[in-house]
Antibody, heavy 117, light 108 residues
Framework: EVQLQQSGTVLARPGASVKMSCKAS????????MHWVKQRPGQGLEWIGAIYPGNSDTSYNQKFKGKAKLTAVTSTSTAYMELSSLTNEDSAVYYCTRQGPKYGDYWGQGTTLTVSS | DIVMTQSHKFMSTSVGDRVSITCKAS??????VAWYQQKPGQSPKLLIYSASYRYTGVPDRFTGSGSGTDFTFTISSVQAEDLAVYYC??????????FGGGTKLEIK
């Protein structure tokens, strides 16, 4: 059974950086793109970017270049997203989702980030 | 960049009614459109891919159609549990994605 288990709720200060995780199980981690999606409270879904763990190839939404950094550790089947220079605008739920074969077939439960002083 | 536009942010319907949600792409995306359902407090769930293919386990009251720039998602007989926000997404330029703004379906 495919599962994506995301790390827990995060509270961070403005200006700080955070790194959240998405642990995959039930499939070959290196064979599927992993995407990250942002959802601010009461708002829609916003695509951040994607990583192919097989060769660490990445694709980013231009809006998030410099804000988000995607990495993956194949030995633990875990994808990571680091967000830097946090502001209130980064407060949101962040989802990881597996691309299979071209759309998001499995989704994590989401990680809630709150940025507050 | 491909922009996906859902012109209705809200739609109100009754149990048993037929409802259709539309989505327009800013350029030709062939049939590379998926539809997702997001219920309150839950992660999005894939319903339709490649415009008209129902994902595994999705009830047949959910259908999708369209090609090129205009797409439609239809629920043939709305159930109370269909209360949710529905998003279209283009997967034409995968691994680069874009989502529509979402349509919230309200049940009268």
């Amino acid at each position: 059974e495919v599962q994506l288990q995301q790390s827990g709720t995060v509270l961070a200060r403005p200006g700080a950086s955070v790194k959240m995780s998405c642990k995959a199980s039930g499939y070959t981690f290196t064979s599927y793109w992993m995407h990250w999606v942002k959802q601010r409270p009461g708002q829609g879904l916003e695509w951040i970017g994607a990583i192919y763990p097989g060769n660490s190839d990445t694709s980013y939404n231009q809006k998030f270049k410099g804000k988000a950094k995607l990495t993956a550790v194949t030995s633990t089947s875990t994808a990571y997203m680091e967000l830097s220079s946090l502001t209130n605008e980064d407060s949101a739920v962040y989802y990881c989702t597996r691309q299979g074969p071209k759309y998001g077939d499995y989704w994590g439960q989401g990680t809630t980030l709150t940025v507050s002083s | 960049d491909i922009v996906m536009t859902q012109s209705h942010k809200f739609m109100s319907t009754s149990v048993g009614d037929r409802v259709s949600i539309t989505c327009k792409a800013s350029q030709d995306v062939s049939t590379a459109v998926a539809w997702y359902q997001q219920k309150p407090g839950q992660s999005p769930k894939l319903l339709i891919y490649s415009a008209s293919y129902r994902y595994t386990g999705v009830p047949d009251r959910f259908t999708g159609s369209g090609s090129g720039t205009d797409f439609t998602f239809t629920i043939s007989s709305v159930q109370a549990e269909d209360l949710a926000v529905y998003y279209c997404q283009q997967h034409y330029s995968t691994p680069t994605w874009t989502f529509g703004g979402g349509t919230k379906l309200e049940i009268k």
